[in-house]
């Protein structure tokens, strides 16, 4: 049964620092990894999508990491901004019944 | 314009009634997903539907019923509602993708959830 941990579950920053958030799973047979953001009371916008087959993919300050065979990816961000305080979740999409499976969130305060 | 939408964002009801909740996308795509998101923000799939079809359908109590009336559209039914309900519910989709391998690996969007409170 697949099993994905986020890490820290709280963060929190000074504005202008760069940050890594990491995500882990148990079962590395996996087709994708995607990462979302979630504001208070608001639903969720995908960040990044990586397919098995990619190693990263980048969009503006965001970089996502994925190495299948340890069963990790980070999310590198860069700069950050009081903007970008939110929850982060990662989620592997793959097994039998190809499902999406979210870990459990990384909450982000980035300070002004 | 909306990619996904729900309706009704918030609804608060008593236990043992019976309500619904609509989602439409407008994005053309051929799958559509009920996530239930509980108070410590735990998400968890519910149902999955491709092109009207159920192709997911987790442990979820007979009270929970999904209707796919067309590609576009998914609405979730609950019966008989639960204190244990009480929760965000979250309708998603997809646009297939067929990896290398043979398996859809479509991104999912999601909509803004529907915040359901029973007293």
């Known amino acids: 049964k697949q099993e994905v941990t986020q890490i820290p579950a709280a963060l929190s920053v000074p504005e202008g620092e760069n940050l890594v958030l990491n995500c882990s799973f148990t079962d590395s047979a996996i087709y994708n990894l995607q990462w979302f953001r979630q504001d208070p009371g608001k639903g969720l916008t995908s960040l990044l999508l990586i397919q098995s087959s990619q190693r990263e993919q980048t969009s503006g300050r965001l970089n996502a990491s994925l190495d299948k065979s340890s069963g990790r990816s980070t999310l590198y961000i860069a700069a950050s901004q009081p903007g970008d305080s939110a929850t982060y979740l990662c989620a592997v999409r793959g097994g039998a019944t190809n499902k999406l499976i979210f870990g459990t969130g990384t909450l982000l305060a980035v300070q002004p | 314009d909306t990619a996904v939408s729900q309706t009704p964002k918030y609804l608060v009801t008593q236990m043992g009634n019976d309500k619904s909740i609509k989602c439409e996308q407008n994005?053309?795509?051929?799958?559509m997903y009920w996530y239930k998101q509980d108070s410590k923000k735990f998400l968890k799939i519910m149902f999955s539907y491709n092109n009207k079809e159920l192709i997911i359908n987790e442990t979820v109590p007979n009270r929970f019923s999904p209707k796919s009336p067309d590609k576009a559209h998914l609405n979730l039914h609950i019966n008989s509602l639960e204190l244990g309900d009480s929760a965000v519910y979250f309708c998603a989709s997809s646009q297939v993708h067929w990896d290398p391998t043979g398996e859809d690996t479509g991104e999912l969007f999601f909509g803004e959830g529907s915040r359901l409170t029973v007293l």
């Open positions: 994005l053309g795509h051929d799958t």
